[in-house]
């Protein structure tokens, strides 16, 4: 399978690192639709994976004040991509974000792939809008990830993100290792799975418990203090409302495909970033 990534940040590329000879990792700009035609044109892919988009330097706050960029880059660009490969009839997997939950689901069950999102930021209204647009098409998939844990270290990995926080809140998430990210991919990939899949763990895991297998596995000096959830915008940590929540897949099963436990994955991470790091 030759499939074309587009977007060479630290997923797309990660992605790519992994599945070698069958991954094409485009350093493009994609801005219009004539440019994804001449990448599709060129490369002749079974399949494309959008890892496009922009989140924000130094974190999402970014979007707040970059609203124009945001959506451009998050909605307008994602539909651009989408039309070409619509075009060539090219099955896409688009990567997205549960990020777009905000809290608790009201009935107290896991968000699953059905539910209709509640976007607060600029960031998570964008990249909802997209899924909105994209859900109605055939031979697209969505994949929606949260907070990206990995055994290597980089600055969007969120062992490297918790880990630098001085100050951290307690609180319960879902969350998307990377390793078996890039499994769930490949086979959504393979599949030409169309339709939502919430890419994340099983179950959930708190900031205490990552914290915990940091200090034991990598670095037994670290220290934080823990704050409660409403401290972040009182204390000015923030400039907007962060999403915390709880998501399920109903979809995933249904094709076969598993992701190890929450708390299993998480841990296996954390020693294997260890490991890294002696490098």
Not at 63 to 79: F, P, S, V
């Amino acid at each position: 399978m030759k499939i074309l990534i587009i977007g060479k940040g630290y997923l797309g590329t990660r992605c790519a690192e992994t599945w070698k000879d069958e991954a094409i990792l485009s350093d493009k700009v994609v801005e219009s639709v004539e440019d994804v035609e001449k990448l599709i044109d060129e490369h002749q892919p079974d399949a494309v994976l959008n890892a496009a988009g922009v989140v924000g330097k130094p974190n999402v706050d970014w979007c707040e004040t970059h609203q124009a960029e945001t959506i451009e880059g998050n909605t307008i660009l994602q539909i651009t991509i989408v039309r070409e490969c619509a075009n060539k009839n090219i099955y896409l997997l688009h990567m997205g974000t549960g990020c777009i939950f905000y809290g608790p689901k009201p009935d107290g069950t896991p968000w699953d792939e059905d539910d209709f999102a509640n976007p607060s930021a600029v960031y998570t209204r964008a990249k909802y809008a997209a899924d909105l647009v994209l859900s109605t098409m055939d031979n697209i998939g969505i994949a929606r990830i949260r907070m990206p844990l990995d055994s290597r270290p980089h600055r969007a990995n969120f062992i490297d993100k918790i880990s630098s926080f001085a100050k951290v809140i307690s609180v319960d998430n879902s969350l998307t290792v990377v390793e078996d990210m890039i499994d769930v991919f490949y086979q959504l990939l393979e599949k030409r799975a169309s339709g939502i899949f919430h890419v994340t763990n099983p179950g959930s895991v708190n900031h205490k418990e990552i914290l915990t297998w940091y200090e034991q596995y990598v670095d037994p000096s670290h220290s934080n203090e823990w704050i409660e959830e409403g401290d972040l915008l009182k204390l000015g940590l923030t400039n907007k409302k962060r999403s915390n929540n709880i998501m399920t897949s109903k979809n995933l099963p249904k094709l076969g495909i598993h992701m190890r436990p929450a708390k299993e994955a998480v841990e296996d991470a954390v020693k294997k970033y260890a490991e890294f790091k002696k490098q």
